[in-house]
Protein backbone atom coordinates (compact mmCIF):
# COMPACT_ATOMS: atom_id res chain seq x y z
CA UNK A 1 0.00 0.00 0.00
CA UNK A 2 1.14 3.63 -0.35
CA UNK A 3 -0.61 6.36 1.57
CA UNK A 4 -0.05 10.22 -0.23
CA UNK A 5 -0.31 13.31 1.12
CA UNK A 6 -0.20 16.43 -1.38
CA UNK A 7 0.78 20.11 -0.30
CA UNK A 8 1.20 23.52 -2.22
CA UNK A 9 -2.03 24.64 -2.95
CA UNK A 10 -2.96 28.35 -2.12
CA UNK A 11 -4.42 31.51 -3.59
CA UNK A 12 -2.85 32.96 -6.65
CA UNK A 13 -3.35 35.65 -9.26
CA UNK A 14 -3.62 34.87 -12.75
CA UNK A 15 -1.00 34.34 -14.41
CA UNK A 16 0.84 33.31 -11.31
CA UNK A 17 2.28 29.61 -10.23
CA UNK A 18 2.12 27.24 -7.72
CA UNK A 19 3.99 23.66 -7.50
CA UNK A 20 2.62 21.11 -5.96
CA UNK A 21 3.70 18.10 -3.77
CA UNK A 22 2.52 14.91 -3.31
CA UNK A 23 4.74 12.87 -0.55
CA UNK A 24 4.31 9.05 -0.64
CA UNK A 25 5.06 6.78 1.76
CA UNK A 26 6.31 3.14 0.85
CA UNK A 27 9.69 2.14 0.03
CA UNK A 28 8.06 0.65 -3.64
CA UNK A 29 6.58 4.08 -4.77
CA UNK A 30 9.07 4.44 -7.19
CA UNK A 31 7.17 1.25 -8.93
CA UNK A 32 3.77 3.37 -9.01
CA UNK A 33 2.58 5.25 -11.62
CA UNK A 34 1.20 8.62 -10.77
CA UNK A 35 -1.81 11.15 -11.56
CA UNK A 36 -2.87 14.30 -10.81
CA UNK A 37 -6.88 15.29 -11.02
CA UNK A 38 -8.79 17.92 -10.25
CA UNK A 39 -12.85 19.10 -8.87
CA UNK A 40 -14.35 22.52 -9.30
CA UNK A 41 -17.29 22.72 -7.46
CA UNK A 42 -20.06 21.09 -9.37
CA UNK A 43 -17.95 19.54 -11.57
CA UNK A 44 -16.62 15.87 -12.50
CA UNK A 45 -12.83 14.87 -11.31
CA UNK A 46 -10.74 15.38 -14.42
CA UNK A 47 -7.29 14.39 -15.34
CA UNK A 48 -4.34 16.69 -15.79
CA UNK A 49 -1.20 15.05 -15.66
CA UNK A 50 0.16 11.44 -15.37
CA UNK A 51 4.07 10.46 -15.26
CA UNK A 52 5.32 6.73 -15.67
CA UNK A 53 7.58 4.95 -13.38
CA UNK A 54 11.19 3.82 -14.80
CA UNK A 55 11.01 4.98 -18.86
CA UNK A 56 10.00 8.67 -17.82
CA UNK A 57 6.87 8.92 -19.57
CA UNK A 58 4.32 11.83 -19.18
CA UNK A 59 1.31 13.00 -20.39
CA UNK A 60 -0.82 16.46 -19.89
CA UNK A 61 -4.19 16.89 -20.26
CA UNK A 62 -4.85 19.75 -23.47
CA UNK A 63 -6.11 22.13 -20.88
CA UNK A 64 -2.83 22.80 -19.00
CA UNK A 65 -0.35 21.76 -22.28
CA UNK A 66 2.75 24.01 -22.23
CA UNK A 67 1.61 25.56 -18.86
CA UNK A 68 2.02 22.36 -16.45
CA UNK A 69 4.39 20.37 -15.56
CA UNK A 70 5.02 17.04 -14.06
CA UNK A 71 8.04 15.46 -12.20
CA UNK A 72 9.50 13.16 -10.09
CA UNK A 73 12.04 12.61 -7.39
CA UNK A 74 11.94 8.84 -6.55
CA UNK A 75 15.06 9.80 -3.86
CA UNK A 76 12.23 11.94 -2.33
CA UNK A 77 9.12 9.52 -2.73
CA UNK A 78 7.10 12.62 -3.90
CA UNK A 79 5.92 13.74 -7.37
CA UNK A 80 5.34 17.27 -8.58
CA UNK A 81 3.00 19.07 -10.44
CA UNK A 82 4.81 22.85 -11.48
CA UNK A 83 1.64 24.93 -12.74
CA UNK A 84 2.62 28.08 -14.48
CA UNK A 85 0.37 31.04 -16.49
CA UNK A 86 -2.49 29.84 -14.07
CA UNK A 87 -5.92 30.97 -15.02
CA UNK A 88 -9.10 31.26 -12.70
CA UNK A 89 -10.55 28.15 -14.28
CA UNK A 90 -8.16 26.19 -12.73
CA UNK A 91 -9.47 26.88 -9.78
CA UNK A 92 -10.28 23.72 -7.91
CA UNK A 93 -8.78 21.08 -5.56
CA UNK A 94 -5.86 19.10 -6.83
CA UNK A 95 -5.57 15.17 -6.21
CA UNK A 96 -3.04 13.04 -6.72
CA UNK A 97 -3.16 9.29 -7.07
CA UNK A 98 -0.87 6.48 -7.38
CA UNK A 99 -1.27 3.06 -8.63
CA UNK A 100 1.28 -0.08 -9.61
CA UNK A 101 1.76 0.08 -13.55
CA UNK A 102 3.86 -1.31 -16.27
CA UNK A 103 7.61 0.38 -16.94
CA UNK A 104 7.36 3.60 -18.92
CA UNK A 105 3.19 3.73 -19.21
CA UNK A 106 0.83 6.42 -17.76
CA UNK A 107 -2.60 5.92 -16.20
CA UNK A 108 -4.81 8.97 -17.26
CA UNK A 109 -8.14 7.42 -16.05
CA UNK A 110 -8.95 8.12 -12.46
CA UNK A 111 -10.17 4.11 -12.30
CA UNK A 112 -6.76 3.63 -12.86
CA UNK A 113 -5.82 4.89 -9.67
CA UNK A 114 -6.32 2.65 -5.79
CA UNK A 115 -5.26 5.11 -4.19
CA UNK A 116 -5.59 8.75 -3.68
CA UNK A 117 -3.89 11.74 -1.40
CA UNK A 118 -6.74 14.08 0.34
CA UNK A 119 -6.62 17.23 -2.18
CA UNK A 120 -5.18 20.34 -2.01
CA UNK A 121 -7.09 23.71 -2.59
CA UNK A 122 -6.01 25.92 -5.62
CA UNK A 123 -7.34 29.38 -6.24
CA UNK A 124 -6.81 31.25 -8.95
CA UNK A 125 -8.10 34.88 -9.00
CA UNK A 126 -8.82 37.31 -11.91
Known amino acids: QVQLVESGGGLVQTGGSLRLSCAAS????????VGWFRQAPGKEREFVAAISWSVPTTSNADSVKGRFTISRDNAKNTVYLQMSSLKPEDTAVYYCAADLGQPGRVLVTAASYAYWGQGTQVTVSS
Open 26 to 33: GRTFSRYA
